[in-house]
C-alpha cells in the first residue's frame, strides 16, 4: 500500500529545487494544503518564494520549514540520479530527502490527517514555507516574518523540521541555537623589499600577538543549556605572490559561535579593545547572521518530548548545538521554537538519503504533537 507521505516526498525531490529555485515544490505543498481547507497567503520577496497557510483561530502553531536544497555536487558520485527518488534497503534516495523535503511531507500529512479527524479544533495550524534557507536567507523567512510582524500576526509556537537526529530519529531536538558574528578584519601596514625591513611595516609581524590571545581568550562559560562562545579563523590572506615583498595589508576572517551569556555588542567591544591594546591600524567589518535563541521546557518542548517519548519509548536530548537554522528569524515573534526532524548524517552529502519507516513515524509525531497543544488551547 502506498505510503502518502512517502509518495509526497519523492514528488518534492523530483523537483530540483536548488536554492532559491522553487521549481514547483511551493504549489505542490500548497494544493494539498488547500485541499485540506486552509487559507493560503503568497509572499514572494525577490527572487524567493514563500507561502503563509492557516486553519482555524487562536493560539497558533506553526510548522516551518525551506523547499530549497543545496546543490547535487559530482552527480557522477550518485549511485542513481540526485532528483529521480530510488528506494534500497529501507531508505529513501534523493538529494533533500533529509533537508528537507521529507519533514515538509511528513509535517503537510499530518495537517491533513490532523484537519480530517478535528475539523474544528482549538487553536490555529500554520505553515510557514521559505525557498531560500539554503542560500542567503535574505528574502524567505525573515521577509515573511518581518510582515507578519508588521500586522501583527499571532504565533506561538514553531516546530521547525530541520534534520535535528543524530543516530535514530527523535534522539535529539534543538530547542535554541547560539548566535552567529562574523568579522572581516584588515591590519595596515606599509608595503616594501624584505631585503630593507626598516623601511616597511609588516601587518603579519605587527598582527601575531593579537591573533594569538583571540585563539586563547576564554569568552564566556556557557550555561546549561549552551556551551561555552566559540571563536575560528576562517581565513588569513596576504602577500602578492613574490617571495621578496613585505605586504602591505593582511586579511583575516573569524566567527563567533556565541550563547546567551555573551551579546554581539559585547564581542566587538572586546575585540575592538584588543586590537587597539596591541596598537594595530586596521579596517572591521561585522556581520551578525543570527541572535541565540532558547526555548525552556513549556508547552511546545513538553509536546514535542511526550510525543516523541509515545512513538520511540525514549526521551530526545535538548540541545543548541549545529549551525544557524530559520528559528533564529521566528524567534523574533516571542514564540516558543524547536526544530525537530530527520536523522542528519547524509544532509549535504551525495546519497542523502531517509529512513522510510522513521519518516512515516516522524509525521505521527508531528500530528501528535499539533493534537496535543489544541488540547491545551484554552
Known amino acids: 500500500m502506498a505510503c502518502p507521505v512517502i509518495e509526497l516526498t519523492q514528488q518534492l525531490i523530483q523537483r530540483p529545487s536548488v536554492s532559491p529555485d522553487d521549481q514547483g ?3 505542490l505543498l500548497i494544493q494539498r494544503l488547500q485541499n485540506a481547507g486552509f487559507t493560503i497567503e503568497r509572499m514572494p520577496f525577490g527572487d524567493t518564494l514563500n507561502f503563509w497557510a492557516y486553519h482555524g483561530t487562536g493560539t497558533t502553531f506553526a510548522l516551518a520549514g525551506h523547499t530549497d536544497v543545496v546543490p ?27 533537508d528537507m523535503k521529507g519533514s515538509l511531507a511528513a509535517m503537510v500529512v499530518a495537517a491533513e490527517r490532523f484537519v480530517a479527524e478535528n475539523p474544528d479544533h482549538r487553536g490555529r495550524i500554520a505553515f510557514l514555507i521559505t525557498s531560500d534557507e539554503e542560500a542567503r536567507a535574505t528574502h524567505g523567512t525573515v521577509k515573511v516574518v518581518e510582515t507578519l510582524m508588521a500586522r501583527h500576526e499571532r504565533l506561538d509556537y514553531c516546530l ?7 543516530k535514530r530519529l527523535g ?9 552567529s ?3 572581516s578584519l ?7 623589499h624584505v631585503a630593507y625591513p626598516q623601511l616597511a611595516d609588516n601587518p603579519i609581524h605587527r598582527s601575531l600577538p593579537f591573533l594569538q590571545e583571540l585563539a586563547h581568550t576564554q569568552w564566556d562559560q556557557g550555561n546549561e543549556f549552551f556551551p561555552a562562545t566559540s571563536m575560528q579563523i576562517a581565513n588569513i590572506q596576504a602577500g602578492t605572490g613574490s617571495n621578496n615583498v613585505i605586504p602591505g595589508k593582511l586579511s583575516v576572517q573569524f566567527n563567533f559561535r556565541f550563547s546567551t551569556e555573551l551579546t554581539d555588542a559585547e564581542i566587538r567591544q572586546r575585540v575592538e579593545a584588543m586590537l587597539e591594546k596591541h596598537h594595530l591600524k586596521y579596517e572591521i567589518d561585522w556581520w551578525l547572521s543570527g541572535q541565540p535563541f532558547l526555548t525552556d521546557r513549556g508547552k511546545l518542548v513538553n509536546a514535542v518530548v511526550g510525543s516523541i517519548e509515545h512513538y520511540r519509548g525514549y526521551q530526545p536530548e535538548l540541545s543548541t548545538s549545529g549551525g544557524t537554522s530559520d528559528g533564529r528569524f521566528i524567534a523574533k515573534m516571542d514564540a516558543q521554537v524547536v526544530e525537530l526532524g530527520p536523522v542528519n548524517a547524509t544532509i549535504h552529502k551525495t546519497n542523502e538519503c531517509v529512513s522510510i519507516a522513521e519518516l512515516q513515524e516522524l509525521s ?4 501528535r504533537i499539533m493534537e496535543q497543544l489544541a488540547n491545551d488551547d484554552a
Open 160 to 166: 521547525v523540521g530541520e534534520p535535528s537526529s543524530q
Open 181 to 183: 558574528l562574523t568579522a
Open 171 to 179: 534522539d535529539m531536538i534543538k530547542n535554541g541555537r547560539r548566535g
Open 364 to 367: 505521527l509525531i508531528y500530528q
Open 72 to 98: 547535487a555536487g559530482d552527480t557522477a558520485e550518485w549511485h542513481t540520479p540526485p532528483f529521480e527518488p530510488s528506494i534500497r534497503d529501507g531508505l529513501l534516495y534523493g538529494r533533500g530527502a533529509a
Open 186 to 192: 584588515t591590519i595596515l601596514g606599509v608595503q616594501g
Open 25 to 27: 515544490c511551493q504549489e
